[in-house]
């Protein structure tokens, strides 16, 4: 006998900082104006030098675990999707898992770039429906602010701080996930990609000097291939889950960039009123941004109990996913 997998409860937390586009103005040559046309982005939360991954990532958990109605000690695995960890190791998953007070829960981390989140709720639910598991989070959390090169204007906009958590466990029939893929394509690695710090180049005077430790992105190339890869999986999905782009009540989109979401969201057939875009105010927060707009929207009341919602990611490896949700 199978068992439906749902969310049952979420949070998130984001650092106090903002960094806006006026500030950025006085870092890089740029300006408000053409970072806003660009990504559709006016400011971005930004960690202190003393603030780290897995702080954020536990404070949406907790959160998210306060509205699901259940303890630490109910978990029995913890997921953490992150490009950027506390360190190499261990895990950030187990890092959280300990702040938790989670000991019943294996952790670990998934590296996904920005679909990470819906890899996590992708084998998780399959853990779920199977008996392996009961309950499990799944964990997007980024300080991206840290990686990126203060002289390179065509990233340094983008990237934003935060957390974003899932409860997920057993949901009455007809409700939960519904369908969900996820895919990758590692042809694609040099459009955005970090190249220092591994076992290929290491940490050296040369590497550090060369600056191959921030993130770096070929933008051109990689909106036609997010927008496609998106759009196709989304359309995918809803289909296997046996319903079109206008039974839906929401797209919540990765917010990578507000050009990239208008294009899928046109694609799709999707009305504006449909899609949610926090991206002004958040910037692309990679994993962590899913489940943020997703507690936003639900906070706000945006998304209510019977509501079918897409989700849908792309992010650097390249990865994508897409996740049809009844609430």
């Known amino acids: 006998m199978t068992q439906n997998a749902g969310i049952i ?16 103005e006085k870092l890089v040559e740029t300006s408000d ?31 998210a675990l306060e509205r699901a109605g259940l303890k630490p000690e109910d978990i029995d695995l913890i997921v953490c999707a992150t490009t950027t960890p506390d360190q190499i ?7 959280i898992q300990a702040q938790l007070g989670a000991v019943n829960a294996a952790g670990m981390d998934i590296f996904a770039a920005c679909s990470g989140f819906l890899y996590g709720i992708t084998m998780v639910e399959s853990m779920i429906r199977t008996g392996q598991i009961r309950y499990a989070l799944v964990i997007g959390a980024e300080v991206l602010t840290k990686y990126v090169d203060y002289t390179d204007r065509s990233t340094c906009v983008i990237f934003g701080d935060g957390a974003g958590a899932a409860v997920l466990g057993p949901v009455p ?3 939960g996930i519904l369908a969900t893929k996820i895919k990758s394509d590692g042809r694609y690695e040099e459009q955005l990609y970090a190249p220092g710090g591994g076992t290929k180049l290491g940490t050296t005077h040369e590497t550090i000097d060369n600056r191959e430790h921030f993130f770096k992105m070929k933008g051109n190339e990689l909106f036609k291939v997010a927008v496609r890869s998106m759009s196709d999986i989304s359309a995918e999905m809803l289909a296997k889950a046996g319903y079109t782009v206008e039974d839906v009540d929401l797209v919540i989109p990765h917010q990578a960039n507000q050009r ?19 991206i002004a105010f958040h910037g692309n927060t990679s994993s962590a941004s899913i489940p943020i707009a997703m507690d936003e929207c639900l906070e706000a009341g ?7 919602v897409l989700l849908t990611a792309f992010g650097g490896g390249v990865t ?8």
């Open 320 to 327: 994508w996913g897409a996740t049809v949700i009844r609430f």
């Open 9 to 24: 409860g979420m949070g998130h937390a984001y650092p106090s900082g903002i960094l806006s586009n006026a500030d950025l």
């Open 33 to 63: 104006e053409w970072i806003t046309t660009r990504t559709g982005i006016k400011q971005r939360h930004k960690a202190a030098e003393n603030e780290y991954t897995s702080q954020f990532g536990t404070k949406a958990a907790q959160q």
């Open 173 to 175: 029939e007809g409700k």
């Open 89 to 95: 190791m261990p895990s950030t998953g187990a890092l």
């Open 302 to 308: 945006k998304i209510k109990e019977g509501d079918l």
């Open 260 to 278: 990239i979401t208008d294009a899928v969201a046109s694609r799709l057939g999707a009305p504006e009123e449909k899609v949610y875009s926090n």
